[in-house]
T-cell receptor, first 113, second 114 residues
Framework: DTAVSQTPKYLVTQMGNDKSIKCEQNLGHDTMYWYKQDSKKFLKIMFSYNNKELIINETVPNRFSPKSPDKAHLNLHINSLELGDSAVYFCASSPRDGNQPQHFGDGTRLSIL | DAKTTQPPSMDCAEGRAANLPCNHSTISGNEYVYWYRQIHSQGPQYIIH???NNETNEMASLIITEDRKSSTLILPHATLRDTAVYYCIVRAVGSGGSNYKLTFGKGTLLTVNP
């Protein structure tokens, strides 16, 4: 059983399109995250939700809108895709207790043509 | 979060112990030391974390100096599958908003050679 699963694994699309990435965790965690890893391999937090409530928003353009229909899902919708959005996007989850480790999915590789 | 400093790369022979250092000289009393690794094309994988005592689990051991300004991750018998980028991260305890995030640096690329 995959603990944190993301779909799709690969996403190739044209500039200006709107796309969504889905994330689901079956660990019973309260907190979920989106991270972005750019071409230079730096991993940076984008958003975090705790039981469907936004708790972290790291100066991400408002073209990026996370949506959490329930605490097991955190989807990422991106409007008007730009070339600079090309990256690997990782979803993660953790228990509410901030000391506990985060569990990551295997990433969604987004390529903008 | 406190900054960490790691060597950009290290090599290790298969079957030998890999000792990965990390400096975190500005760590605060309420900050834990976490280690994650990222194998090529995969998501980061949690390895171990600790506050001030040494820790050991099935994957690795974590040795934290008494002044907490540095730590060492030890993989006791490195295998080829341990080749990855290893990240040392310090993170505050508690459930406050910014305490949830992990701030990744550049990490150490460990290459295990046959």
């Amino acid at each position: 059983d995959t603990a944190v699963s993301q779909t799709p694994k690969y996403l190739v699309t044209q500039m200006g399109n709107d796309k969504s990435i889905k994330c689901e965790q079956n660990l019973g965690h309260d907190t979920m995250y989106w991270y972005k890893q750019d071409s230079k391999k730096f991993l940076k937090i984008m958003f975090s939700y705790n039981n469907k409530e936004l708790i972290i928003n790291e100066t991400v353009p408002n073209r990026f809108s996370p949506k959490s229909p329930d605490k097991a899902h955190l989807n990422l919708h991106i409007n008007s895709l730009e070339l600079g959005d090309s990256a690997v996007y990782f979803c993660a989850s953790s228990p509410r207790d901030g000391n506990q480790p985060q569990h990551f999915g295997d990433g969604t590789r987004l390529s903008i043509l | 979060d406190a900054k960490t400093t790691q060597p950009p790369s290290m090599d290790c022979a298969e079957g030998r112990a890999a000792n990965l250092p990390c400096n975190h000289s500005t760590i605060s009393g309420n900050e834990y030391v976490y280690w994650y690794r990222q194998i090529h094309s995969q998501g980061p994988q949690y390895i171990i974390h600790g506050l001030k005592n040494n820790e050991t689990n099935e994957m690795a051991s974590l040795i934290i100096t008494e002044d907490r300004k540095s730590s060492t991750l030890i993989l006791p018998h490195a295998t080829l599958r341990d080749t990855a980028v290893y990240y040392c991260i310090v993170r505050a305890v508690g459930s406050g908003g910014s305490n949830y995030k992990l701030t990744f640096g550049k990490g150490t690329l460990l290459t295990v050679n046959p």
